[in-house]
Nanobody, 121 residues
Framework: QVQLVESGGGLVQPGGSLRLSCAAS????????MGWYRQAPGKERELVAS???????NYADSVKGRFTISRDNAKNTVYLQMNSLKPEDTAVYYC???????????????WGQGTQVTVAS
């Protein structure tokens, strides 16, 4: 019923930029926190950035000053602007969102399918 669909990944040279988007669709009553995680080969999935519905943000130390998370609540969409990309940013990037489908529920976490970001010369 609820889907998160990411877009915007690809291959970019070191120092370049990419913008990821993630749109939530389906039977949605409200969305609280939205976020981006990433998983590199052989490593655990890690938080990159998150944003509340009020606009408060949180970033991993490794991306502070380079990445910016934002959201459009009217479109149920979260974005990740990635600048000054480094080879170590190479990973599959996943978005997630805590979504209520009815007002009385506690809600649950939904995940997108992931989008590959590769930073290489």
């Amino acid at each position: 019923q609820v889907q998160l669909v990411e877009s915007g990944g690809g291959l970019v040279q070191p120092g370049g930029s990419l913008r990821l988007s993630c749109a939530a669709s389906g039977s949605i009553f409200s969305i609280n926190v939205m976020g981006w995680y990433r998983q590199a080969p052989g490593k655990e999935r890690e938080l990159v950035a998150s944003i509340t519905n009020g606009g408060s943000t949180n970033y991993a130390d490794s991306v502070k000053g380079r990445f910016t998370i934002s959201r459009d609540n009217a479109k149920n969409t979260v974005y990740l602007q990635m600048n000054s990309l480094k080879p170590e940013d190479t990973a599959v990037y996943y978005c997630n969102a805590h979504i209520k489908i009815v007002p009385s529920s506690l809600g649950r976490l939904y995940w997108g399918q992931g989008t590959q970001v590769t930073v290489a010369s």
